[in-house]
């Protein structure tokens, strides 16, 4: 881990190697089924290129959180309690989180994670410019691997673990519940998580929101091999593929390729892998869960769901979970 001083706060920095990134993508190509870790989308342009994709008509999961937050902002405020220590991994821009720390009473600390550095960077000197009696202490890690929760100069009352966006979404279940437990671990003894859900809905709805009429989702998703050509020494022909969003209905989930317009070879440090035509990459599954389903895989974690806030659609819904093994 490195610590540097950026700004107006500091910097603990773990994030991922190139060595680290290199195997987990030859890895991930040698499958049966090719795949890309979904967590490589966000270099710098992936990032600034999904707050776009947020704006978009056709994207609903951003505006219906926010709606679900602005109407039940002081229920959330007041189960997350005074004197509160903020942790969101995968925080991008945290312009969600603004919205809760105006709400919050006395918030000690928030520690953003996030694995893109520089949109990290950025979004942490804001924050510690927007409230200076706010303790900022972002962490670039990816937040499914260890890394150390930093100590804030004034003792918090309480931590809880803001996960808003559906992110847990990208998780099969075995995987969301491994995560939903290391949230518990990082949120401690008499902590919380406050976890956003995209919830099922109408296939056809699903399909337009991964796969925008401006095409920005398609950009997204081929920048990622913008981003290995230039990280990995590989040759990645742009123009040989293309962006498809397809809802498996059998996994309940909304999934993302990269499908080869043709045969080809493509190198990556030295490796080397063949494509047929129509063959793909798949690049995210974003899985949609009921209310319902989503408490049973949290009680699966040991976690309880104490709340539940959702729209009037039920598009979306906002959970707000305790460990089902403290104290009451």
């Known amino acids: 881990m490195q610590t540097s001083e950026i700004l107006s706060v500091i910097l603990r920095d773990y994030h991922p190697q190139a060595d680290e990134m290199r195997s987990e993508v030859l890895a991930s190509l040698s499958e049966p089924q090719k795949t890309l870790p979904c967590k490589f989308f966000y270099d710098a342009k992936g990032s600034l290129l999904f707050d776009a994709i947020c704006e978009l008509p056709e994207y609903y999961l951003t505006r219906t959180e926010l709606g679900i937050m602005e109407t039940h902002l002081g229920a959330m405020a007041a189960a997350l309690g005074e004197r509160l220590m903020l942790v969101e991994p995968g925080s991008g821009s945290s312009v969600k989180t603004r919205l809760l720390l105006e709400h919050l009473t006395e918030p000690v600390a928030y520690v953003p994670v996030d694995i893109s550095r520089e949109h990290l960077i950025n979004a942490a000197d804001r924050l510690n410019r927007q409230y200076p009696l706010l303790e900022v202490l972002p962490v670039c890690a990816d937040f499914n691997q260890p890394f150390e929760v930093p100590t804030p100069a004034r003792a918090a009352a309480r931590t809880a673990v803001y996960f808003p966006g559906s992110t847990l979404g990208n998780f099969p279940p075995a995987q969301a519940i491994a995560l939903l437990r290391h949230m518990r671990r990082l949120a401690g003894v008499g902590g919380a998580l406050l976890v956003g859900i995209d919830l099922r809905k109408d296939k056809a709805l699903l399909e337009r929101a991964y796969d925008d009429a401006a095409g920005v989702t398609a950009v997204f998703n081929l920048n990622l091999l913008v981003r290995i050509n230039r990280e990995l020494d590989a040759d990645f022909d742009l123009n040989r593929f293309h962006h498809r969003a397809v809802f498996n209905e059998k996994e309940g989930c909304i999934e993302m390729h990269l499908v080869s317009t043709t045969r080809q070879t493509v190198r990556v440090s030295g490796s080397r892998f063949e494509f047929k035509p129509g063959e ?49």
Do not use: M, N
């Not at 039920?314 to 104290?327: G, V």
């Open 280 to 328: 793909y990459i798949l690049s995210e599954r974003s899985y949609k869960h009921t209310p319902e389903g989503f408490a049973t895989l949290a009680a699966r974690a040991g976690l309880k769901v104490e709340q539940q806030w959702t729209d009037d659609r039920r598009y979306f819904c906002i959970a707000y979970l305790t460990s089902a093994e403290d104290k009451t």
